[in-house]
């Protein structure tokens, strides 16, 4: 067979965020498509391969992780998922998708494990004798509203345990799914037991699109802060990532966009590239920004000591140097112009818990 002409191994998926689908750092084997033995119509531009979502249903071990990074407010954590559909090319959860034999890129896109005991083991959790109320946040990792949310609603599981318990949560989430469950939502925040921080990244629509191919378009995202804004359920935005020469530029507009939404609190992080991530999203630019590539490239290394990704403690969520600096001054004067971050958040709750009854040893009686 003739090889085809302007042959792409790599060309995008449609609805898919990375190009590629490089090989886990853990396996042996490397496996490349060959042009001469592909069908030429099957990798035409005009018919892009299709790839489709597979979810295997997961019975966990174990359900809150904790970590103790000095630079993350919070120690307890849960992810009802591992992947995200939503698949967002800058995420830095990408590189743990390696430790499952998968690949950070398209696999973490598409081969997805759902943890079906999540609410059970939770709760089992909470009813040790030992245990002590925390914050725990929901979807530290990968986005707990992602589309399979909608069939599995392990995330509504695990907030109804928080509710029935009256145990403090943070939710994490870059999805307009989470407005199905105000109802639970508006029970914790009259007990403040319950923080929302929807994540906002651009207001373009065609920048979304390619950056976050499957996540909630940008008009969805303000509509679901001011649906919960007005259910009375304190919620912030996260800004993240900011992204030199692609984004940075609607900062000061988001700012303006989530404070008329409704949001009262908000923070920015720029953009991170850890591991495998870094490759991809130079991939990602060179495919979808060509002719900015390299200059995003460069503003980026300016705010991480000269290389794509800095991870020292302090300043891994910040950045540093000029750019840097410009950053967080532009971001600090629009949010004293619109009024965001001007109250102090209440302090969440942990003196209502209510401990679940230990079922798992026989009664005496």
């Not at 990244?201 to 802060?225: F, G, K």
């Not at 404070?259 to 495998?276: D, F, H, M, Q, V």
Request: with cysteine.
């Amino acid at each position: 067979m003739k090889k085809p002409e302007r042959f792409k191994p790599n060309l995008p998926a449609k609805g898919r965020g990375a190009v590629t689908n490089e090989r886990s750092r853990y396996e042996a084997w490397r496996r490349e498509a060959d042009g001469e033995f592909i069908d030429s119509q099957a990798w035409s531009e005009e018919a892009p391969p299709k790839l489709k979502t597979v979810v295997w249903l997961q019975q966990a071990k174990s359900i809150i992780a904790t970590n103790a990074s000095p630079d993350i407010p919070f120690d307890a954590s849960i992810n009802p998922y591992q992947g995200c559909e939503h698949g967002c090319i800058y995420c830095y959860a990408r590189p743990t998708h390696a430790y499952l034999g998968h690949s950070p890129g398209l696999d973490f896109e598409t081969k997805l494990y759902a943890k079906e005991n999540a609410a059970a083991l939770l709760e089992k959790e909470l009813a040790k004798p030992s245990y002590v109320p925390k914050l725990i946040v929901l979807g530290a990792n990968t986005d707990p509203y992602q589309p399979i949310e909608r069939e599995h609603a392990i995330s509504r599981s695990i907030l109804d345990i928080m509710d029935r318990h009256n145990h403090p949560v943070a939710i994490t989430t870059k999805s307009g799914l989470i407005t199905r469950d105000i109802d639970i939502l508006s029970r914790l925040a009259a007990n403040q037991l319950v923080r929302v921080y929807i994540s906002v990244t651009s207001l373009n629509n065609d920048v979304s699109r390619t950056l976050e191919p499957r996540a909630s378009s940008p008009a969805r995202r303000l509509d679901a802060i001011r649906k919960l804004s007005e259910a009375g359920i304190p919620t912030g935005v996260l800004i993240a990532p900011v992204i030199p020469g692609i984004t940075d530029v609607e900062l000061e507009a988001i700012v303006e966009a989530i404070a008329a939404a409704g949001a009262a609190s908000a923070a920015y992080i720029p953009i991170r590239l850890p591991r495998e991530v870094a490759d991809l999203f130079t991939e990602w630019l060179q495919e979808h920004y060509p002719l900015r590539a390299k200059h995003v490239e460069h503003l980026i290394s300016e705010m991480r000591g000269g290389q794509l990704y800095d991870s020292a403690f302090g300043t891994r969520m910040t950045g540093t140097g000029v750019f840097a600096d410009l950053l967080r001054q532009r971001f600090q004067l629009a949010c004293k112009r619109h009024g965001i971050n001007a109250k102090r958040e209440l302090p969440f709750r942990t003196d209502l818990f209510s401990r679940p009854a230990n079922t798992s040893q026989l009664s005496l009686f």
